[in-house]
């Protein structure tokens, strides 16, 4: 177990800490003052004060840890990382693992006189409409096939309900049982020894 810390040990951190912070705080508005200077100048004039190379006119292998300094704007830096991401191939090429990396757009895909049966809000409508109209119209052969050879259906009795029809049409055994599926097998291990 951890000891409770004392009085002076506490009062010890609490000092060190504050000179942190107060450090932290000078570093940052050093740093809020340069970039302000800064922002006046272009990206050409801040190159040159540095002495950095355009990042743009980076090639493969050139060292970019100069962009990485605190005195080089964010700007500058990231087009210094934007011409390394595109310079080196581990990073330039990503290994396809990323869900949305690619175009999934069909605008590639799209043969220009493509037409289509679906009609907004109401889908295939046309479609199934040429359908049921086919279906609806007797061809004329099976028409004078029909009037040939009528076709005799067995009309149940007048008296009984219909599901008592369709019961006596169906000639059930009394001795088939309905199919049970097979019982699962479990399966049994024996160990010698």
Not at 53 to 75: N, Y
Not at 123 to 139: F, R
Request: hydrophobic share 40%; glycine share 4%; charged share 35%.
């Amino acid at each position: 177990m951890n000891k409770p810390r004392d009085f002076w040990s506490r009062r010890k951190a609490a000092v060190q800490a504050e000179t942190e912070a107060e450090h932290a705080a000078l570093e940052a508005q050093e740093i809020a003052q340069q970039q302000a200077e800064l922002e006046d100048k272009t990206d050409a004039e801040i190159l040159a004060e540095l002495d950095l190379p355009d990042p743009d006119d980076l090639k493969p292998g050139d060292d970019v840890s100069g962009f990485m300094a605190r005195a080089v704007p964010e700007r500058i830096r990231q087009r210094a990382l934007r011409r390394l991401w595109r310079l080196n191939p581990v990073l330039a090429n990503v290994d396809g693992l990323v869900d949305y990396g690619e175009d999934y757009t069909d605008a590639a895909c799209v043969v220009e006189t493509l037409q289509t049966a679906y009609q907004v809000g109401k889908g295939m409508l046309a479609h199934v409409e040429a359908l049921a109209a086919a279906e609806d119209a007797p061809d004329e052969e099976t028409t004078d096939a029909e009037d040939e050879a009528p076709v005799a259906e067995a009309a149940p009795e007048p008296d009984m309900p219909p599901a008592a029809a369709v019961a006596q049409s169906a000639p059930v055994d009394e001795h088939d049982e309905p199919e049970m599926p097979p019982a699962p097998r479990r399966m049994r291990f024996e160990f010698e020894g």
